[in-house]
């Protein structure tokens, strides 16, 4: 086995723990790379003035003329999210909110979400899960020492979200994703293909005990339908203006009497026992430093504040103690059991099945078959 000398980049927080982090001879990560080509892209204008932004608010009303809703709107009560349905009342767009509720809503989130809603003056769609079988799906990732956790949820939302839009016929769907948040994030520290229902059926099927016929599942067939026929077109807003997420912070919390939760999406409390415990005790990876990282690089944060911030705990140790207890008492496991998992050898998601392949080949098909079909039938 080979190590690796311990290497930071020089620009941003980003070290070795990424395992395929490259350093020029200047020491710059090819992070800090890939963010610049992509921001040197994206709008440096407020949403006001943006014509980006404009453009797709008109496209959007413009497609849904007469109708009950302009688009569906994913909620956490997490920044992005939350600013996202600020930006649709600012817009005049009328949105479909759809709250995902997974069982690990902390208290600030659904009081950020019930703020909100209340003072917009938006129609809620709460979706609850079907929490018995989810806790059986969630557990068997933990089981399983993968290192993605998160692929029940993620690929949930959006499961639940298009079957919602499917039913009230909704075609416009807002995605929260923006680089300033989201736009270094090391392949190798999560499971790229989150709608890969054949890899989540595999690990539910090798340590999951019950059935999974109550979830909102996206099989490749369905997604492919959802995309292609049914028109589902997402909306990367927050990518269309210059979106500073500490502003965006500030005018919620004056606005709304929204409440930061101090870490990225620790508005769930699995989310934050994943992140600030699960992933640094098990994989040795401390996902703040991909987050500031784009902070520094978008020029929203400086690199010493960057430093500083790494130095504290991911939260505060007796929180995290909290959260182990309280996570053991969700999913019914013992403390024991819990630390084995925890000390058990890691494992690949490519050590179970996967769908990829069969993917390129139907989306090949696809391409061939959707001239053929008479384009009535294909807007029906
Ligand atoms: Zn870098």
């Not at 204008?45 to 453009?55: G, I, V």
């Not at 084995?340 to 490519?350: C, Y």
Request: proline letters at 3%; one cysteine or more.
């Amino acid at each position: 086995m080979s190590y690796r000398i311990f290497q930071m980049c020089k620009r941003c927080v980003m070290d070795t723990t990424d395992p395929d982090i490259i350093f020029d001879e200047q020491g710059i990560c090819n992070h800090c790379k890939d963010f610049d080509i992509k921001f040197a892209k994206l709008p440096k204008t407020s949403f006001q003035e943006s014509t980006f932004f404009q453009d797709s608010i008109k496209e959007i009303k413009d497609s849904t003329r007469g109708k009950d809703y302009n688009c569906i709107l994913g909620l956490s009560g997490g920044t992005d999210s939350s600013f996202l349905a600020y930006l649709c009342k600012e817009s005049g767009l009328k949105p479909l909110v759809v709250h995902f509720d997974n069982g690990w809503n902390t208290e600030f989130a659904i009081r950020n979400i019930e703020n909100l809603v209340n003072k917009l003056n938006f129609e809620l769609y709460t979706y609850v899960i079907n929490w018995e079988e989810f806790k059986d799906l969630q557990l068997s990732y933990f089981r399983a020492s993968v290192i993605d956790l998160e692929v029940p949820t993620d690929h949930l939302i959006f499961g639940a979200l298009f079957k919602i839009a499917k039913k009230y016929k909704i075609h416009n769907i807002l995605s929260g994703y923006n680089l300033t948040s989201e736009g270094t994030m090391p392949k190798a520290w999560l499971y790229e293909y989150k709608f890969d229902r054949a890899n989540m059926k595999d690990i539910h099927k090798k340590f999951g005990t019950g059935k999974m016929s109550h979830l909102p599942t996206l099989g490749l067939w369905e997604r492919t339908m959802y995309q292609k026929f049914y028109r589902f077109k997402q909306y990367h807003l927050l990518q269309t203006f210059y979106y500073d997420k500490i502003q965006a912070k500030k005018l919620l919390t004056e606005k709304f009497d929204w409440k930061d939760y101090g870490g990225k999406h620790f508005e769930s409390v699995f989310t934050r026992f994943y992140q600030g415990y699960f992933l640094p005790q098990k994989f040795g990876i401390d996902k703040r430093k991909a987050h500031l990282s784009t902070l520094i690089c978008a020029g929203q944060m400086t690199r010493e504040d960057a430093l500083a911030e790494l130095q504290h705990p991911p939260y505060d140790p007796q929180l995290q103690k909290d959260d182990i207890e309280y996570v053991c008492k969700k999913w019914g496991i013992s403390r024991e059991e819990f630390d084995e998992i925890m000390k058990a050898p890691v494992r690949q998601h490519s050590e179970f099945h996967e769908e990829l392949e069969l993917e390129k080949k139907l989306h090949k098909l696809i391409q061939y078959v959707k001239p053929l079909i008479p384009s009535k039938l294909r807007n029906a």
